[in-house]
């Protein structure tokens, strides 16, 4: 993310880039957090709804977090590489 955030803040005037660092380490923060609460559904449903033992509908669940977590990464992969070009 470093070469991104770099890129992102030489678009700001001097005066404007301790702003913009701030903004996108909150942003970042903001983000992970997001994907962790996310994450923790996913594995809390999964446990809820499927029937099993503990271990093997955390595993189910654990398994559709990642998923979920690759889907949205390459999402944003994509997205970055589309918006650059």
Known sequence: ???????????????????????????????????TSLSAVVVAQSRTHLAGSQAYTTAVGTQNAFIMLTVFATVIWFSYFKVVK
């Open 1 to 35: 993310m470093g070469s991104v955030m770099t890129s992102a803040l030489r678009t700001l005037a001097d005066n404007q880039q301790t702003e913009g660092n701030a903004i996108l380490n909150t942003l970042q923060q903001f983000a992970g957090a997001v994907g």
